[in-house]
């Protein structure tokens, strides 16, 4: 097949530091054409770039996760990023000095676990007017926040927009296709029905598949990569009855309109 896309992935991810020309390799075997691996703060940022420019494959998507999300994740020992004491503005600099070796702002969103941030939401603003400037699609992370995050996105005009592993009602999910933007379909579309909904019923001109890897593993107990979003575009066949020749070409149709 040889056109299939992992629209989100976290190559910089220390699970893929000992194995990451192979996982590449995987990912081409099993007819990945593009993954897009998407920084969260300064040190991701720059490490997805790197990966880019060593792979063929591997496009870089750069950006700047919700700022308190990711203290907590250090502090917490769930997340291994750096904590949340850069500053933002020196952040969006680098970002606009390598925006030719860009092809979306992502990470980005909101993030509300604990409670609505107005830090977050300003932080999320200045991103989406980064990626108006700079002329990129956003990829957009909203959790526990997916109404805030939709209205603020309609507040600036965004246009390009995929929102990533998206969790939110069935209103909210037709308020986003109705806005003309992109969902996507993650691995664990295998077993969950809500991204199931969401496959069947949003028009394929409007999906992209993904891996969110190393997380979000269609297989339990192993280590999520890029080759297994086959797994994504194989359920999604499934689900609009059509083969998976065809919804590759179509989902590919969706990359070369947004991203080229």
């Known amino acids: 097949m040889g056109m299939l896309i992992d629209i989100h992935s976290h190559l910089d991810h220390p699970r893929f530091l000992p194995d990451i020309d192979a996982?590449?390799?995987?990912?081409?075997?099993?007819?990945?054409?593009?993954?897009?691996?998407?920084g969260i703060d300064p040190r991701t940022n720059r490490i997805c770039l790197e990966l880019s420019r060593k792979h063929d494959i591997v496009e870089c998507g750069m950006g700047i996760y919700p700022r308190d999300a990711l203290k907590r994740g250090l502090e917490?020992?769930?997340?291994?990023?750096?904590?949340?004491?850069?500053?933002?503005?020196?952040?969006?600099n680098f970002i606009r000095q390598h925006k030719d070796g860009i092809i979306a702002i992502s990470e980005i969103g909101l993030d509300f676990v604990h409670g609505e941030d107005q830090q977050q939401i300003e932080d999320f603003v200045s991103m989406l007017r980064l990626a108006k400037e700079l002329d990129k699609p956003v990829v957009v992370h909203s959790r526990k926040a997916e109404e805030r995050c939709i209205e603020v996105l309609?507040?600036?005009?965004?246009?390009?927009?995929?929102?990533?592993?998206?969790?939110?009602?069935?209103?909210?999910?037709?308020?986003?296709?109705?806005?003309?933007?992109c969902l996507t379909v993650p691995t664990t579309v295998v077993r969950a029905q809500q991204f199931?909904?969401?496959?069947?019923?949003?028009p394929l001109t409007q999906l992209f598949c993904e891996t969110d890897s190393?997380?979000?593993?269609?297989?339990?107990?192993?280590?999520?990569?890029?080759?297994?979003?086959?797994?994504?575009?194989?359920?999604?066949?499934?689900?609009?009855?059509?083969?998976?020749?065809?919804v590759a070409q179509n989902v590919y149709m969706n990359w070369q309109r947004m991203f080229k």
């Open 214 to 246: 190393p997380y979000l593993s269609p297989f339990k107990e192993q280590r999520n990569e890029p080759a297994f979003v086959a797994e994504s575009y194989k359920k999604l066949a499934e689900l609009k009855g059509m083969t998976v020749e065809d």
């Open 23 to 38: 996982v590449i390799s995987r990912a081409k075997a099993a007819g990945v054409r593009h993954i897009v691996t998407n």
């Open 154 to 181: 309609e507040a600036e005009g965004m246009k390009n927009v995929v929102m990533h592993c998206f969790c939110g009602r069935k209103r909210l999910v037709e308020r986003i296709v109705k806005n003309g933007w």
């Open 196 to 202: 199931q909904d969401i496959a069947k019923n949003a």
């Open 76 to 92: 917490t020992g769930t997340s291994p990023h750096q904590a949340a004491d850069f500053d933002i503005g020196e952040e969006i």
